[in-house]
């Protein structure tokens, strides 16, 4: 049996093709980003804001200072100013409680459309994957026809004949069913 890669040798470097191919395909996705940036509701938008300008230190150190002087001047630390949340400030508690469920609720409204991003990225970079298949699968066919035509024989290597088989998309997905657990069993499994 002849081992391929000793015939041919391991690529040393990327091609200039290849290199323009990643480039185009991230030039793809950038442009889906800002496609999809661009078609954003002002909901989406004000969301976005909300959960980057929470998620800031900024954001933090006003809430320290805010919660300081709701409950210094709730204690009557700070005189000349009326208490109006006396302890044990439920008023502080009721708002604190209103901030987090709003804030959950914008967060989870990001992560919804960052979440749709991710399946286009992921259904883009399957389609992708597929046409890459092919196109490898093509490769090892005209190196199959050139070793045939070198005397070089390939016959006996069951890799190689593995990989020149074409790719059978829903037996993969069959597979992946089975192994998520979509698919039901046949009884007497």
Known sequence: M????????????KSAKNERADQVTQEMLESIQKRLS?????????????VLSAGSIAVIIIHIFLFAAWI?????????????DPYPF?????????????????VLMSQNRESKVADLRQEFDVQV????EREITKVIHMLAYVMNHL?????????????????NIDEIREQLEHQ?????KPKGE
């Open 2 to 13: 002849v081992n391929i890669q000793s015939q041919f040798g391991p690529a040393k470097r």
């Open 38 to 50: 661009e078609r954003r509701t002002t909901s989406d938008k004000l969301a976005d804001f909300l």
């Open 72 to 84: 210094a001047i709730n204690l009557d630390f700070v005189p000349g100013i009326w208490i109006f």
């Open 90 to 106: 439920n008023f502080l508690t009721m708002t604190v409680s209103l901030e987090a469920i709003f804030l959950a609720i914008f």
């Open 129 to 132: 994957n597929i046409i890459a």
């Open 151 to 167: 005397n070089i024989h390939y016959e006996n290597d069951a890799e190689l004949r593995q990989m020149m088989r074409p790719l």
């Open 180 to 184: 998520i657990g979509t698919v039901k």
